[in-house]
């Protein structure tokens, strides 16, 4: 066994690159290794703004030879009656890189057949790796990479120095130009010299001891030490500390090889703006970290974190502190500025905004909104409609306001407030800030129904326009975040334990947009088949069991709540041993009925005892499970429906369906099309057979 040390040396790689590349750099070399049959240990990546680096332990030495039997054409069609071989012998070893006298005949339960054996001596892995190291600087996908000097290939950054080690020898590897070696460097300003590696084994400790933390996980440990320690020599740990946001840690944990705090402050005139603008100004453009007391009450104090350690540390506190200053001169111009027009009176100008070519201004947008969110609240929160159309309509104004022109991610904060300074309610400002919960996946939901009502107005009326002019999202591009924005409607409506036809509110908001966009039962249909990929998909990656919610989709999609309890239903009555015999014998009447969808039913054609005493277990059932089906209890439906498993057995068993006589034949045709009337209601218990 061997080791493999391969590490990437390259000018500083933005922070966001770096987890991904990493990613990509272990997963290529394992399935790599695994096409060429490389046995292989722990596989460890490393990497800092200036190193993508990759440790194998155990590697094995070579590749174990192997014996493959290959099966060829008969040897009737492989030779002729002279025993002469023909073109299908010929052909089959050639491409094969064999000669036809290594075919050998094989009896087999078919017959006589050529037989090809090919024993390959395993290759040595030192043979391997420079074809391999190739492939995975070539395996590497940046969302932004170009062509650096005359290189044939792209890169994020330009590469600076290549080590590959193979049990401590240099991998001759040669790529664009620039041979592999045993020389890394150091931290560019604290150890700005060679390095020589020796192996896996000293890799860490050489890196380290040149002031080069390769280890991102504990790079971030450091960062969130040296932040806190910051915070300690400047002021009381005991009623100070550092806001740490985990976004933050580890884009700055992914700026630096070795991190050092340092605790500024700012005016305290600067607190009079909003939390949210004030850490902004910190976070998104200086990467500096919000300090505040035990109540999480911002201080007039920060923290940057620096890639070097400085010897006058009073100095680089200054520098850092003036950059920020400026920011927040800004931010404070602009808050003092935006508060002097207020959101109501820039409503109008919304329509020097466009939200899309073809779907109108961002004005024509809220206009609609503040008609489909009258139509919810008036269902959801009957006695705040008037407060919920009020946010609705100054729920985009803020995009016209100086902030977040600046600071495009303080929308619906710097809106909510704005609006409490013009002397909205609070239920009103806090919408206006609500609506656009959740941004992201696993983002906080709204708390307030009325931020709810508004967030889903404007989710539905993009999404809803989007599919109206074919703006649909593609397997690589979804430009209006259409996937994000159903699973947005999804996770309001179960969050809230809302019932919401979706048929009925997606074919609203396409007739709000009259004639700009196609407003077809087809369209619906599009919109409808969309947010129930996203409800299958989120359901599924929750755990929840896959026939049961194909089951229930397949048959009908509307309620997102009510979807739900007839799962949850099937996944409970699933422990049922009666259920999967049910369920099979289920799959047997929709096989039967087929298109026939009839449900009458005449006693007097009955001439078996099975299909009476069936129509007649049907008929109790039916009239149990009807009000409990009304009432929603769909567990307490099918524990009813469990009495139809015996009587269709026997049924089964006794009568034959397609009698010769074709009114008898209707009419056993038509009682099975009414049972699975009756389960179709709650689920297609078919697609539920256990294996």
């Known amino acids: 066994m061997s080791e493999l040390l391969f590490e990437i040396g390259t000018e500083e790689l933005p922070a966001g690159f770096q987890k991904p590349a990493l990613k990509q750099l272990k997963s290529n070399f394992i399935s790599r290794s695994k096409e060429l049959d490389l046995v292989h240990g722990a596989v460890v990546t490393l990497g800092t703004p200036r190193r993508l680096a990759l440790l194998v332990e155990d590697l094995a030495d070579r590749q174990p030879d192997s014996r493959e039997e290959i099966m060829g054409p008969s040897k009737q069609a492989g030779f002729d009656n002279e025993g002469n071989p023909t073109k299908a012998a010929m052909g089959f070893s050639r491409s094969k890189g064999a000669e036809v006298s290594e075919l050998q005949v094989v009896n087999t339960e078919k017959g006589e057949y050529l037989m090809l054996v090919q024993e390959r001596k395993g290759v040595a892995t030192a043979e391997l790796l420079p074809g391999l190291l190739k492939d995975l600087m070539q395996g590497f996908s940046f969302s932004k990479s170009m062509h650096w000097g005359d290189n044939t290939h792209t890169f994020a950054r330009p590469i600076q120095w290549i080590v590959a080690l193979h049990d401590k020898e240099i991998i001759p590897f040669n790529y664009e130009g620039m041979s592999a070696g045993d020389t890394s460097r150091g931290h560019r300003f604290m150890a700005n010299v060679n390095l020589k590696i020796k192996g896996v084994g000293d890799y860490r400790q050489c890196l380290q001891d040149a002031h080069v933390v390769a280890d991102s996980e504990e790079r971030r440990k450091s960062v969130l030490i040296e932040i806190e320690k910051a915070v300690a020599d400047r002021l009381d740990p005991s009623v100070a500390h550092v806001a740490v946001d985990e976004g933050l840690v580890e884009t700055v944990c992914n700026l630096v090889e070795q991190p050092f705090g340092v605790c500024g402050s700012f005016d305290e005139r600067f607190l009079q703006l909003p939390d949210e603008a004030l850490i902004t100004s910190m976070r998104e453009h200086q990467k500096y970290f919000p300090v505040v007391d035990n109540d999480e009450k911002l201080l007039p104090y920060f923290v940057a974190v620096n890639n070097t350690d400085v010897k006058d540390l009073a100095?680089?506190?200054?520098?850092?502190?003036?950059?920020?200053?400026?920011?927040?001169?800004?931010?404070?111009?602009?808050?003092?500025?935006?508060k002097k027009?207020?959101?109501?009176?820039?409503?109008?100008?919304?329509?020097?905004?466009?939200?899309?070519?073809?779907?109108?201004?961002?004005?024509?947008?809220?206009?609609?909104?503040v008609k489909l969110t009258r139509l919810l609240a008036e269902k959801f929160v009957p006695?705040?409609?008037?407060?919920?159309?009020?946010?609705?309509?100054?729920?985009?104004?803020?995009?016209?306001?100086?902030?977040?022109?600046?600071?495009?991610?303080?929308?619906?904060?710097?809106?909510?407030?704005?609006?409490?300074?013009?002397?909205?309610?609070?239920?009103?400002?806090?919408?206006?800030?609500?609506?656009?919960?959740?941004?992201?996946?696993?983002?906080?939901?709204?708390?307030?129904?009325?931020?709810?009502?508004?967030?889903?107005?404007?989710?539905?009326?993009?999404?809803?326009?989007?599919?109206?002019?074919?703006?649909?999202?593609?397997?690589?591009?979804?430009?209006?975040?259409?996937?994000?924005?159903?699973?947005?409607?999804?996770?309001?409506?179960?969050?809230?334990?809302?019932?919401?036809?979706?048929?009925?509110?997606?074919?609203?908001?396409?007739?709000?947009?009259?004639?700009?966009?196609?407003?077809?039962?087809?369209?619906?249909?599009?919109?409808?088949?969309?947010?129930?990929?996203?409800?299958?998909?989120?359901?599924?990656?929750?755990?929840?069991?896959?026939?049961?919610?194909?089951?229930?989709?397949?048959?009908?999609?509307?309620?997102?709540?009510?979807?739900?309890?007839k799962i949850q239903s099937l996944v409970g009555i699933r422990r049922e041993d009666a259920f999967s015999v049910l369920a099979a014998s289920f799959k047997r009447i929709r096989n039967i009925i087929k298109e026939n969808v009839d449900t009458a039913v005449d006693e007097s054609l009955f001439k078996e005892s099975a299909e009476k005493e069936l129509a007649s277990a049907f008929n109790k059932v039916s009239l149990t499970v009807q009000p409990l089906l009304e009432q929603g209890d769909y567990s307490g439906a099918l524990s009813s429906m469990l009495a139809l498993k015996d009587p269709v057995d026997e049924f089964f068993n006794e009568v034959m369906v397609m009698d010769e006589d074709s009114a008898v034949r209707a009419n056993r045709l038509n009682l099975l099309t009414a049972i699975a009337t009756l389960f179709l209601k709650i689920g297609d218990i078919s697609k539920m057979q256990r294996s």
């Open 383 to 565: 006695e705040d409609v008037d407060e919920a159309c009020r946010a609705a309509r100054l729920c985009k104004t803020d995009l016209l306001t100086d902030m977040v022109g600046e600071f495009p991610s303080l929308q619906g904060n710097m809106g909510c407030a704005y609006a409490l300074h013009d002397g909205e309610s609070s239920a009103v400002a806090q919408a206006i800030q609500e609506h656009y919960l959740p941004r992201r996946a696993g983002d906080e939901l709204p708390s307030s129904a009325l931020g709810a009502v508004v967030g889903l107005s404007d989710r539905l009326d993009t999404l809803c326009g989007c599919f109206g002019i074919g703006q649909l999202p593609t397997g690589t591009t979804d430009p209006f975040g259409l996937r994000r924005i159903a699973l947005a409607v999804l996770h309001i409506l179960e969050h809230f334990d809302w019932s919401l036809s979706l048929h009925e509110v997606v074919h609203k908001s396409l007739s709000l947009y009259g004639d700009k966009v196609d407003g077809s039962a087809d369209t619906v249909e599009q919109v409808l088949a969309f947010i129930r990929g996203r409800f299958n998909n989120d359901q599924l990656a929750a755990g929840v069991d896959g026939e049961a919610v194909e089951a229930v989709t397949s048959v009908y999609f509307d309620d997102v709540n009510d979807s739900m309890k």
């Open 315 to 338: 100095l680089t506190r200054i520098g850092h502190e003036r950059v920020l200053r400026a920011r927040l001169e800004d931010a404070y111009f602009f808050f003092g500025a935006d």
């Open 341 to 369: 027009i207020k959101l109501d009176d820039r409503f109008d100008d919304l329509t020097g905004i466009i939200f899309q070519a073809k779907l109108g201004t961002m004005l024509e947008k809220t206009e609609r909104i």
